[in-house]
């Protein structure tokens, strides 16, 4: 009896027409007007190779979230004294005990037993959303801790903040495809990967150097040295004050290595520019002028209105870079001026602009694959690949005669479909992957073997050659389903738990081997239901 | 053309030669690996992925002369770098390596020191910074853990699937068998000195799939030859099941064989490691299939019987398809 083979034939060519077009795009076809593409720049445009292959650099940075953790309590300390000052309630200090390992822990001292209950409630009525409020009673100590779940998202929002200042700035290189995104295998961490980016001194400077701009209130300064800083402050640094090293300043007259005595709790922080740009003062001497946004311009008059006379430090990273008197109170335009180059002005801008980082970074983990190296590999696999489909090819033919054309077939179709579905889902392929693609053909042959070797016996056991290749493919499909399944499982771990490159070994694999099903169980045995259909009674099966 | 045709090999009754030959293997990894961890404090040498540090592979314009490339270092003072000639000779590469930074801040200054140092000290021989990791202490020991967690869950799953494809000790060998096969190999990584990456990780969770493949061939075969022959002694049911799949398996393991060799010869230095594994892990897993998960079925089976527990093992469940 023959099967009418026409539909499944249809669905072959289709699916694989699909893929083929997702190797090569619609620019390989030579429409009127337009050249087409050289068959291997459009396999090249299509498949997104990994850095491992084009070259380019991947850091692995940590966000030093603490720091964003303890900006955020140094504020509360300064508004929980001016606001007891404004209640009118008295305390002696208000401080952080360990800022280093607890940087979420407010410590409120030496408030009168009588008014306790007072401080309390008016500490609860403004705080109690963020912190747990503890002690009082008899006690004259508060304490006040930021709630795991404020905390946490207070962590997020700092990593996401990160993520987005960088973008931006990496946004200003032009660098093509850039990957960054929270890096899921550690906390607080971000992956960064940067094709064809090999001199990563440039990158670095622009992500990392100035992890934070703030504006603080001058406390003290200038100091010779951190001695002469302790000594006229009576030996003890109050704790919510900070000292700092200063930067060859301009505005006032003070070298590199003199220190200043600053308020912890920032006036303007990093977030609160609008705008910045380049530009020069009255003298002619470069400065950067910006503008805040509505709500720190707000912060900002007030706190300048009340402060007419006082100093306050432009903070970039750990130095002062200037230091100003305030003249008169200032809403939302200003300039930094200090003895910047004409690159440094420019540069402070853009990170002005694309705003602070809210903590600064440590690098975990950089690498950089040069280009060459990226080739070399490209080639490596390449042969490698083409060698082991050949020798597999060529086996096959030779074991199982007629039979091995039909495996040779679905093998090739494998790869065409393994390799248009990476053109499609823009899946990236990677050294590793493409020891992937060398597996599946390995692995891919498997199906077959099972399949062939079972009709062999079928045939052995003398049934006809049709029942044979029924039953051949009915008992070997459990084997296979099981043998998917479980490479399959491997695989998907693979991509949970790996990185970069091992992903793409695990996308490749996972994706040949599903290819796989199709290519050697379906298609084999459409080849196989119409090499039957011709043949004539009596005929043998070429196994 | 045909290889196998009709074998009967009794395989059950060699188990004695299995069991010594794997318990050979197993005991000088587990050895080698004791040796490695006196000396370097983890149980095989450990890639800079994991054990975190500085690693520069240079490529220079003419043969490089590692002496002069060491004396130029310590002119500079890096005193703990290790030179080695890296790939083909003809290549002129060499790597650099530098030991684990414990402060993650100063991480980056290693690369630049050795980039800069050979740009002053060695300055006759131009070269091309082909490949740089540097890797932090933090990171390193998280891989380290999710590498572990992964092979392990990657068993866990499988032992799981397998339960409920088959039974409960069919998984248990299977995992048995995989278990086997990662130790020898990693065994092989200790004895013949070679470092741990990534990637080889990632060929390691190849095998346990590949190994489980071959396993769950002659497992299908048991299972159905049960079911057709209730009566027969189990040992030669599962004796005739290898037999039967022994074509499949020996041209299946010879062909990836094949694949992997190819990848090995022409995959690139960066892939050695890596292909490596696999050889290793494609031999030992064909081998741990037929030698350790079915005798282990029959043993368990035997065990049973003795206890004077049902004698037959139990019928595997029917495959859902």
Same mark, same amino acid.
């Given at each position: 009896?023959?099967?009418?083979?026409?539909?499944?034939?249809?669905?072959?060519?289709?699916?694989?027409?699909?893929?083929?077009?997702?190797?090569?795009?619609?620019?390989?076809?030579?429409?009127?007007?337009?050249?087409?593409?050289?068959?291997?720049?459009?396999?090249?445009?299509?498949?997104?190779?990994?850095?491992?292959?084009?070259?380019?650099?991947?850091?692995?940075?940590?966000?030093?979230?603490?720091?964003?953790?303890?900006?955020?309590?140094?504020?509360?300390?300064?508004?929980?004294?001016?606001?007891?000052?404004?209640?009118?309630?008295?305390?002696?200090?208000?401080?952080?005990?360990?800022?280093?390992?607890?940087?979420?822990?407010?410590?409120?001292?030496?408030?009168?037993?009588?008014?306790?209950?007072?401080?309390?409630?008016?500490?609860?009525?403004?705080?109690?959303?963020?912190?747990?409020?503890?002690?009082?009673?008899?006690?004259?100590?508060?304490?006040?801790?930021?709630?795991?779940?404020?905390?946490?998202?207070?962590?997020?929002?700092?990593?996401?903040?990160?993520?987005?200042?960088?973008?931006?700035?990496?946004?200003?290189?032009?660098?093509?495809?850039?990957?960054?995104?929270?890096?899921?295998?550690?906390?607080?961490?971000?992956?960064?990967?940067?094709?064809?980016?090999?001199?990563?001194?440039?990158?670095?400077?622009?992500?990392?150097?100035?992890?934070?701009?703030?504006?603080?209130?001058?406390?003290?300064?200038?100091?010779?040295?951190?001695?002469?800083?302790?000594?006229?402050?009576?030996?003890?640094?109050?704790?919510?004050?900070?000292?700092?090293?200063?930067?060859?300043? !301009? =505005?006032?007259?003070? #070298?590199? /290595? +003199? *220190?200043?005595?600053?308020?912890? %709790?920032? $006036? @303007? &922080?990093?977030?609160?520019?609008?705008?910045?740009?380049?530009?020069?003062?009255?003298?002619?001497?470069?400065?950067?002028?910006?503008?805040?946004?509505?709500?720190?311009?707000?912060?900002?008059?007030?706190?300048?209105?009340?402060?007419?006379?006082?100093?306050?430090?432009?903070?970039?990273?750990?130095?002062?870079?200037?230091?100003?008197?305030?003249?008169?109170?200032?809403?939302?335009?200003?300039?930094?001026?200090?003895?910047?180059?004409?690159?440094?002005?420019?540069?402070?801008?853009?990170?002005?602009?694309?705003?602070?980082?809210?903590?600064?970074?440590?690098?975990?983990?950089?690498?950089? !694959? =040069?280009?060459?190296? #990226?080739? /070399? +590999? *490209?080639?490596?696999?390449?042969? %490698?690949? $083409? @060698? &082991?489909?050949?020798?597999?090819?060529?086996?096959?033919?030779?074991?199982?005669?007629?039979?091995?054309?039909?495996?040779?077939?679905?093998?090739?179709?494998?790869?065409?479909?393994?390799?248009?579905?990476?053109?499609?889902?823009?899946?990236?392929?990677?050294?590793?992957?493409?020891?992937?693609?060398?597996?599946?053909?390995?692995?891919?042959?498997?199906?077959?073997?099972?399949?062939?070797?079972?009709?062999?016996?079928?045939?052995?056991?003398?049934?006809?050659?049709?029942?044979?290749?029924?039953?051949?493919?009915?008992?070997?499909?459990?084997?296979?389903?099981?043998?998917?399944?479980?490479?399959?499982?491997?695989?998907?771990?693979?991509?949970?738990?790996?990185?970069?490159?091992?992903?793409?070994?695990?996308?490749?694999?996972?994706?040949?081997?599903?290819?796989?099903?199709?290519?050697?169980?379906?298609?084999?045995?459409?080849?196989?239901?119409?090499?039957?259909?011709?043949?004539?009674?009596?005929?043998?099966?070429?196994? | 053309?045909?290889?196998?045709?009709?074998?009967?090999?009794?395989?059950?009754?060699?188990?004695?030669?299995?069991?010594?030959?794997?318990?050979?293997?197993?005991?000088?990894?587990?050895?080698?690996?004791?040796?490695?961890?006196?000396?370097?404090?983890?149980?095989?040498?450990?890639?800079?992925?994991?054990?975190?540090?500085?690693?520069?592979?240079?490529?220079?314009?003419?043969?490089?002369?590692?002496?002069?490339?060491?004396?130029?270092?310590?002119?500079?003072?890096?005193?703990?770098?290790?030179?080695?000639?890296?790939?083909?000779?003809?290549?002129?590469?060499?790597?650099?390596?530098?030991?684990?930074?414990?402060?993650?801040?100063?991480?980056?200054?290693?690369?630049?020191?050795?980039?800069?140092?050979?740009?002053?000290?060695?300055?006759?021989?131009?070269?091309?910074?082909?490949?740089?990791?540097?890797?932090?202490?933090?990171?390193?020991?998280?891989?380290?853990?999710?590498?572990?967690?992964?092979?392990?869950?990657?068993?866990?799953?499988?032992?799981?699937?397998?339960?409920?494809?088959?039974?409960?000790?069919?998984?248990?060998?299977?995992?048995?068998?995989?278990?086997?096969?990662?130790?020898?190999?990693?065994?092989?990584?200790?004895?013949?000195?070679?470092?741990?990456?990534?990637?080889?990780?990632?060929?390691?969770?190849?095998?346990?799939?590949?190994?489980?493949?071959?396993?769950?061939?002659?497992?299908?075969?048991?299972?159905?030859?049960?079911?057709?022959?209730?009566?027969?002694?189990?040992?030669?049911?599962?004796?005739?099941?290898?037999?039967?799949?022994?074509?499949?398996?020996?041209?299946?393991?010879?062909?990836?064989?094949?694949?992997?060799?190819?990848?090995?010869?022409?995959?690139?230095?960066?892939?050695?490691?890596?292909?490596?594994?696999?050889?290793?892990?494609?031999?030992?897993?064909?081998?741990?299939?037929?030698?350790?998960?079915?005798?282990?079925?029959?043993?368990?089976?035997?065990?049973?019987?003795?206890?004077?527990?049902?004698?037959?093992?139990?019928?595997?469940?029917?495959?859902?398809?």
């Amino acid at each position: 009896m023959k099967k009418n083979l026409n539909g499944k034939i249809a669905l072959i060519v289709a699916v694989v027409a699909v893929f083929v077009f997702g190797i090569l795009g619609g620019a390989w076809i030579p429409w009127p007007g337009q050249a087409p593409k050289p068959f291997k720049q459009a396999v090249t445009d299509r498949i997104h190779l990994g850095l491992d292959l084009r070259g380019g650099a991947h850091l692995i940075l940590q966000v030093v979230v603490s720091e964003a953790v303890n900006a955020e309590t140094d504020n509360t300390v300064g508004r929980i004294e001016q606001d007891l000052k404004a209640a009118n309630l008295s305390f002696s200090q208000a401080y952080k005990p360990d800022p280093v390992n607890k940087p979420e822990v407010i410590r409120l001292e030496g408030t009168t037993p009588e008014k306790a209950s007072d401080v309390r409630s008016a500490l609860e009525n403004k705080y109690s959303n963020e912190y747990e409020v503890s002690g009082g009673g008899g006690d004259t100590s508060f304490t006040l801790t930021m709630k795991p779940l404020v905390l946490t998202s207070l962590k997020k929002k700092t990593v996401q903040q990160a993520i987005e200042t960088i973008r931006d700035r990496v946004d200003t290189l032009g660098v093509s495809e850039p990957v960054i995104q929270e890096y899921g295998l550690g906390d607080n961490q971000i992956l960064v990967e940067l094709p064809g980016i090999d001199d990563l001194d440039r990158v670095k400077s622009l992500i990392q150097e100035t992890a934070r701009l703030e504006i603080h209130a001058v406390a003290g300064g200038p100091y010779k040295d951190a001695q002469e800083a302790m000594a006229s402050n009576g030996g003890v640094i109050p704790a919510d004050e900070e000292l700092a090293h200063g930067s060859g300043s !301009v =505005g006032a007259d003070t #070298g590199s /290595d +003199s *220190i200043w005595l600053l308020r912890r %709790a920032y $006036v @303007v &922080g990093g977030n609160d520019f609008r705008s910045a740009d380049p530009g020069t003062d009255q003298n002619g001497r470069r400065n950067v002028q910006f503008t805040l946004t509505n709500e720190a311009g707000d912060k900002f008059y007030d706190y300048t209105s009340k402060n007419v006379g006082q100093s306050m430090a432009v903070l970039m990273g750990d130095r002062v870079r200037e230091v100003a008197t305030i003249q008169s109170a200032i809403r939302d335009r200003g300039e930094i001026t200090g003895s910047f180059s004409p690159d440094e002005v420019e540069m402070l801008s853009k990170l002005l602009r694309t705003g602070a980082l809210p903590a600064s970074l440590n690098y975990l983990e950089d690498r950089t !694959v =040069g280009a060459s190296l #990226g080739a /070399d +590999s *490209i080639k490596a696999g390449v042969t %490698a690949a $083409v @060698v &082991g489909v050949l020798l597999v090819m060529v086996f096959m033919l030779i074991y199982y005669k007629g039979s091995g054309i039909n495996a040779d077939l679905a093998l090739f179709l494998n790869l065409v479909i393994l390799l248009g579905f990476m053109g499609v889902s823009g899946a990236t392929l990677t050294l590793p992957g493409i020891a992937g693609v060398i597996l599946t053909i390995g692995m891919g042959v498997d199906s077959n073997v099972l399949i062939f070797e079972r009709i062999r016996e079928e045939v052995r056991a003398g049934k006809a050659p049709s029942a044979a290749v029924d039953q051949g493919f009915a008992h070997a499909w459990v084997t296979i389903v099981d043998t998917h399944v479980t490479t399959i499982v491997s695989a998907a771990i693979l991509f949970m738990f790996g990185t970069g490159p091992v992903k793409g070994f695990a996308v490749t694999l996972t994706f040949g081997l599903l290819a796989n099903l199709f290519t050697a169980v379906y298609v084999s045995r459409v080849i196989f239901d119409a090499h039957l259909n011709k043949m004539k009674p009596g005929d043998l099966v070429s196994i | 053309m045909e290889l196998f045709r009709n074998v009967n090999v009794d395989w059950l009754g060699k188990k004695w030669y299995f069991l010594s030959f794997s318990l050979i293997f197993s005991v000088a990894g587990i050895i080698s690996m004791g040796m490695h961890w006196a000396q370097i404090g983890s149980p095989v040498p450990l890639g800079v992925d994991f054990k975190g540090g500085t690693q520069v592979e240079l490529q220079f314009v003419q043969t490089p002369d590692t002496n002069r490339i060491r004396q130029a270092m310590d002119a500079t003072g890096i005193k703990d770098a290790r030179i080695q000639a890296y790939d083909a000779a003809s290549k002129n590469e060499v790597l650099i390596s530098l030991p684990e930074q414990q402060n993650e801040t100063s991480l980056d200054a290693g690369q630049k020191q050795i980039v800069d140092t050979l740009h002053t000290n060695y300055a006759g021989n131009a070269f091309n910074v082909r490949n740089v990791s540097v890797v932090g202490p933090t990171v390193g020991k998280q891989l380290e853990k999710q590498a572990l967690l992964a092979t392990l869950y990657s068993m866990a799953g499988m032992l799981i699937y397998l339960w409920f494809r088959f039974q409960l000790i069919y998984g248990v060998a299977a995992v048995v068998a995989c278990f086997h096969d990662t130790l020898i190999t990693v065994g092989f990584f200790a004895l013949l000195d070679k470092e741990i990456s990534l990637t080889v990780i990632a060929a390691i969770l190849t095998l346990v799939g590949y190994s489980m493949n071959d396993t769950i061939v002659v497992f299908d075969r048991i299972r159905e030859d049960l079911r057709m022959s209730r009566r027969e002694a189990l040992s030669d049911v599962v004796n005739r099941a290898i037999n039967q799949t022994l074509s499949r398996t020996v041209l299946t393991s010879g062909l990836t064989f094949l694949t992997v060799l190819s990848l090995y010869v022409f995959g690139g230095q960066v892939l050695r490691n890596f292909s490596f594994a696999l050889v290793v892990g494609i031999l030992i897993g064909t081998y741990s299939s037929i030698a350790v998960a079915a005798p282990m079925l029959v043993a368990w089976q035997e065990w049973r019987a003795r206890k004077g527990n049902a004698a037959v093992l139990p019928a595997a469940k029917r495959a859902r398809v």
